[in-house]
């Protein structure tokens, strides 16, 4: 008799009410218009390898079109092999494409776009997608340090986490941090940070990347976040001034102090940023001679997005600069700003409003209810696992760990994560995973994470034991 164990669960909210469960995987092949696509997905891989893509784009349109380049829209770690051609009605053309990833877990995205001769914008794009797993857990790497004092040493020690039945050692820095010495301890399982005298007075939010002995995951990125201070503090770092319409301007003050007491003297302030910004200097009131007040003022808003850049403010008196960052939202002149908990209310209003004739005929209305996905059974006589999902949204898949007993240690044994079926994620899904390479008459465990579309994980079902047959 084979072994089968069954789970079942099912997503909902998870602390902060935030759903945690996702949209289907794109299809390996898609039209996008002038040119359908084939070999845009690249699978499953980790943060910072290196993966190849050979895309084959076939032309759909009625007309020959010679194609000059293909130009990625992010061109950083990117490398294209492409020989311009003219490609005819119902014909191909092929290029083939070398990414390294940057630190980005989850799902991932990297958008090409392509232009025929004579044409000033492309004729069509496309989108090479994958999935970067995990060796080291992120859940340790983001690190807030929040306020402190340059003059104080500030030290921590980051123990890393890895997946289970994996060894990955840190071996060495690879990109440096302005504000912390960073050294490997602990052979390799830990990241000792200082935090450095000579560090730049302001916010930071910065990575620091260290190298691993794993040829999978080369490199782990700690986000460093925080604020440095020094003698002269600002009253405030970042400078938010929110939401710009175009043609509109905003003028924010940040108080600067010198917490020593001393007279402060500043000197030349310099914005970089795309936008110029005017700033001004002028004598706090009460006077104080403590005490400074930067005005800095932005120019009618002539873009849209996110714009912003950084304050250098020049300190004489102790040969160092200040830096504030700042930031704006340039939207259009008639744009409209909704408010989800004002259209929620009136939705609430609409429902009490409807008519007592259409509320009968909408209570009777046929419900039709989505049947789930089923994954096909899998050959083999090794134990069975079987578990259903609903509600799958923002869910990428599954992985299965065993273990001889059931303190562990765990490894993985499905060898990659188990891809979320396609299909209704309301309705859920049913899958199985057979065990093939169990002994029989060994005793194991086995539990199952579930893999988030942003890289999380988390486990889902407790160790269950089965003696394979």
Request: proline share 6%.
């Amino acid at each position: 008799m084979r072994n089968i164990i069954v789970f079942l669960f099912i997503c909902g909210q998870l602390f902060s009410g935030s759903s945690v469960c996702s949209a289907a995987a794109p299809a390996p092949v898609h039209a996008t218009g002038t040119f359908e696509f084939a070999g845009t997905e690249v699978g499953q891989t980790y943060p910072f390898a290196k993966v190849h893509a050979d895309i084959v784009g076939r032309n759909l349109s009625e007309k020959s079109l010679q194609i000059e380049r293909i130009v990625p829209r992010d061109p950083s770690g990117v490398l294209i092999r492409f020989t311009p051609s003219l490609v005819k009605a119902g014909e191909s053309f092929s290029a083939g494409l070398d990414l390294t990833l940057n630190e980005t877990l989850g799902r991932f995205a990297h958008y090409f776009d392509i232009y025929a001769r004579g044409e000033t914008e492309p004729v069509d794009g496309f989108v090479v997608r994958g999935f970067a797993d995990w060796l080291v857990s992120p859940s340790g790497t983001d690190i807030d340090f929040g306020t402190f004092d340059v003059s104080k040493a500030v030290t921590r020690v980051i123990p890393i986490e890895v997946r289970p039945g994996v060894s990955v050692r840190l071996v060495g820095i690879e990109k440096p941090s302005a504000y912390f010495n960073a050294q490997v301890v602990q052979d390799g399982k830990a990241l000792q940070l200082a935090s450095r005298e000579d560090a730049p007075w302001s916010s930071f939010d910065e990575n620091l990347l260290v190298k691993t002995d794993s040829s999978l995951q080369p490199l782990v990125a700690f986000r460093l976040r925080g604020q440095a201070r020094g003698k002269v503090v600002p009253s405030l770092d970042p400078l938010d001034f929110g939401l710009l319409r175009e043609g509109q301007s905003a003028e924010l003050i940040v108080v600067l102090n010198d917490v020593s007491g001393k007279p402060l003297e500043v000197g030349e302030v310099t914005a970089k940023s795309r936008m110029k910004v005017e700033t001004s200097v002028t004598d706090c009131l009460p006077v104080n001679p403590s005490c400074k007040n930067l005005k800095v003022r932005y120019p009618p808003m002539n873009m849209l997005g996110t714009t912003g850049g950084v304050l250098e403010i020049e300190l004489p008196d102790y040969k160092h600069d200040l830096y504030v960052r700042f930031g704006a939202i340039g939207i259009g002149k008639n744009t409209q700003i909704r408010s989800l908990a004002d259209d929620f209310k009136a939705a609430q209003e609409d429902q009490k409003s409807i008519s007592s004739v259409l509320r009968s005929s909408v209570a009777k209305a046929p419900v039709t209810k989505a049947v789930p996905a089923t994954m096909s059974t899998p050959e083999g006589t090794g134990p069975l696992l079987k578990w259903q999902v609903t509600n799958e949204y923002d869910i990428y898949g599954y992985e299965i760990y065993r273990s001889d007993a059931e303190s562990g240690p765990y490894e993985r044994v499905s060898e990659k994560i188990i891809e979320r079926l396609e299909g209704d994620p309301e309705a859920g899904s049913i899958y199985q995973w057979r065990d093939n390479s169990a002994k029989a008459g060994q005793t194991y465990w086995y539990y199952i994470d579930i893999v988030y579309n942003r890289g999380r994980k988390q486990q889902f079902t407790s160790p269950q034991k089965v003696v394979a047959k």
